[in-house]
């Protein structure tokens, strides 16, 4: 396994236990339908709400997708065709735009009165619900988890992604003290076998 690849597996793992620890959960209205309330932390679950089944399915579907296409493209021998950190970029540009054109949507308000919307499911922008209002609260959610995963990767696969065969130079100052003290000590001993050289040829 390259180090791309942990890099994938350990981003992947991190989301999973994220999602596990902070499930969406649904409340249960008077006519018996489930309908999404919010992400819950699974050691402070407020009464009355139900593990969300049909959300928690399309997150993890959505991580996985994701982490086995990273996997596979990061793990080749050859190296993918392009930098990691702009295969990062663009898979998460494609995640933004996946997110918007199948947005999640309300249903119509479940009480006029109090203009209360409730979450009804992802569909197409453009297509049959295109009429009812956007679910903002989940959408943003969905926006800024999607955000903040790619700008992770983008600067976990940058340091260390070179090209085969080159080799690094340091990357923080103390490793360029380190490199400048070594070649100092190369330059010293230079210097004493130069010097003791020529004692060599003055006494003989």
């Not at 898979?91 to 933004?96: K, P, Q, R, T």
């Not at 735009?97 to 479940?110: D, G, N, R, T």
């Not at 940058?158 to 080799?167: E, F, I, L, S």
């Not at 070649?183 to 210097?191: D, Q």
Request: glycine share 8%; net charge neutral; aromatic share 12%.
């Amino acid at each position: 396994m390259s180090r791309l690849q942990k890099i994938v597996v350990f981003g992947a793992l991190c989301n999973a236990v994220l999602l596990l620890l902070f499930p969406p959960y649904d409340v249960v209205a008077i006519d018996r339908r489930q309908l999404f309330d919010s992400f819950y932390p699974v050691f402070a679950v407020p009464p009355g709400r139900i593990l969300g089944l049909y959300l928690l399915f399309h997150v993890f579907a959505g991580l996985m997708l994701n982490a086995v296409l990273a996997w596979l493209v990061l793990g080749r021998d050859a190296g993918p065709s392009m930098s990691p950190r702009l295969f990062v970029a663009l898979l998460g540009a494609a995640n933004l735009a996946i997110v918007l054109l199948f947005a999640p949507f309300e249903i119509f308000p479940y009480l006029p009165a109090t203009k209360l919307g409730t979450f009804d499911g992802f569909h197409f922008l453009f297509g049959e619900r295109a009429g009812r209002d956007l679910y903002v609260p989940l959408l943003t959610l969905e926006l800024i988890y999607v955000t903040l995963n790619a700008l992770a990767f983008w600067l976990l696969v940058g340091p260390r992604a070179r090209a085969p065969g080159y080799a690094p130079g340091p990357q923080t100052m103390l490793d360029e003290a380190g490199v400048l003290i070594e070649r100092a000590r190369e330059e010293l001993a230079a210097r004493e076998q130069q010097a003791s050289g020529k004692d060599e040829g003055k006494s003989s």
